[in-house]
């Protein structure tokens, strides 16, 4: 789950695998594959990098390669 703050300063917890879309128009717009909408203060860069960090701790993503300098 992501915690995601609206407007009035609530915040809301989201399944990431349920987001559908994530729009700036400015304000960052949520769409859940159910239909249901959300309104946010973080903008989608930040939405999608929780979105990645999730999926990094459940094994959807890899981890990124680190170069250890050995050069080829």
């Not at 729009?23 to 939405?47: A, F, M, Q, R």
Request: glycine share 10%.
């Amino acid at each position: 789950m992501i915690a995601l703050t609206r407007f009035n300063g609530t915040v809301v917890w989201l399944n990431p695998l349920h987001i559908e879309t994530v729009e700036g128009t400015p304000d960052s717009v949520v769409t859940l594959t159910n239909g249901h909408k959300y309104v946010v203060l973080e903008d989608p860069e930040t939405i999608a990098s929780k979105m990645i960090e999730v999926y990094r701790r459940i094994g959807l993503v890899a981890a990124p390669v680190r170069d250890e300098g050995g050069g080829a």
